[in-house]
């Protein structure tokens, strides 16, 4: 059974840093592909940033610059440093792992960028 756990949202201000933090259980992780989404309210969910197995990364145009997914395959971790934060990053952001024929989902850590 897959469990995905994220950590390290909170409240910052403008132009600061988070790093986020995801944990994931079970043996599919290394094979996996590992994303951030975020959802703020009245919004779709969209995709933030993503990792392939081989360590390929990708990135929303919004975030580009800014944001930096890593993984570790060792931990079974991934993060998402998060820079120069703006109001508009406010959401909940979830982490994913997508491994052929499944997809599982964290429940979610909140980021609110407010002055």
């Known amino acids: 059974q897959v469990q995905l756990v994220e950590s390290g949202g909170g409240l910052v201000q403008p132009g600061g840093s988070l790093r986020l933090s995801c944990a994931a259980s079970?043996?599919?992780?290394?094979?996996?592909?590992m994303g951030w989404y975020r959802q703020a309210p009245g919004k779709q969910r969209e995709l933030v940033a993503d990792?392939?197995?081989?360590?390929?990364?990708s990135y929303a145009d919004s975030v580009k610059g800014r944001f930096t997914i890593l993984r570790d395959n060792a931990k079974n971790m991934v993060y998402l440093q998060m820079n120069s934060l703006k109001s508009e990053d406010t959401a909940v952001y979830y982490c994913?792992?997508?491994?052929?024929?499944?997809?599982?989902w964290g429940r979610g850590t909140q980021v609110t960028v407010s002055s």
């Open positions: 994913s792992m997508k491994y052929p024929g499944l997809d599982y």
């Open positions: 079970g043996s599919l992780f290394s094979s996996s592909r």
């Open positions: 990792i392939t197995s081989r360590g390929g990364t």
